[in-house]
């Protein structure tokens, strides 16, 4: 969703992922530029290269790589809540005058507004469907990293 919205909002969107199995999908999306992180020349090439980052990613990862990423004030926003603390090298903030910032979702008002900008843009997330019977296959689907985007259930199935 943040590669549409971005995307639709006149951004150049650069989609960073742990491998290039979405890259596909990502182009769709309106990514223009989607890179593997677990290419280690990732960082190399792209040092220093993005105003802003937005972290989706609910898992423990080096906040600090990230953060070279990032142009003289740029700044990276947390949006994934991983359950591990993140550590970090305070000189990849202050060397560059990064920020480094957290969010969660909006209020009633900025999800309305986020709400009619889809509306308008004809922005809607990617989803599969399952019935209430797929609840545990989809969860250890979740664990297994073999979900594309997001699951629903289907409550008529219930």
């Known amino acids: 969703m ?10 150049e ?3 960073l992922s742990q491998t290039l199995k979405k890259k596909d999908d990502g182009l769709q999306f309106g990514a223009d530029n989607y890179y593997a992180t677990s290419d280690p020349e990732t960082f190399e090439k792209l040092g220093r290269s993005f105003d802003l980052i937005i ?6 990862i ?6 070279s990423l ?3 004030d740029g700044t990276l926003v947390n ?3 991983p359950a591990e603390p993140l550590s970090l090298n305070v000189f990849s903030l202050i060397g560059h005058r990064r920020s480094f910032a957290g969010s969660m979702i909006g209020g009633i008002r900025e999800t309305q507004e986020m709400l009619n900008f889809c509306a308008e843009h004809s922005i ?17 689907r979740v664990l297994a990293s073999d979900v594309k985007y997001r699951f629903v259930i289907d409550i008529s199935t219930m």
């Open 124 to 140: 809607a997330p990617k989803i599969e469907v399952i019935s209430a019977d797929k609840i545990d296959e989809a969860y250890e």
């Open 70 to 72: 990032l142009k003289l």
């Open 55 to 60: 972290n989706t990613v609910s898992a423990k």
């Open 79 to 81: 949006v994934g809540a």
């Open 13 to 15: 969107v650069t989609v």
């Open 62 to 67: 080096d906040i600090s790589a990230y953060l």
């Open 2 to 11: 943040a590669v549409k919205i971005a995307h639709a909002m006149g951004a």
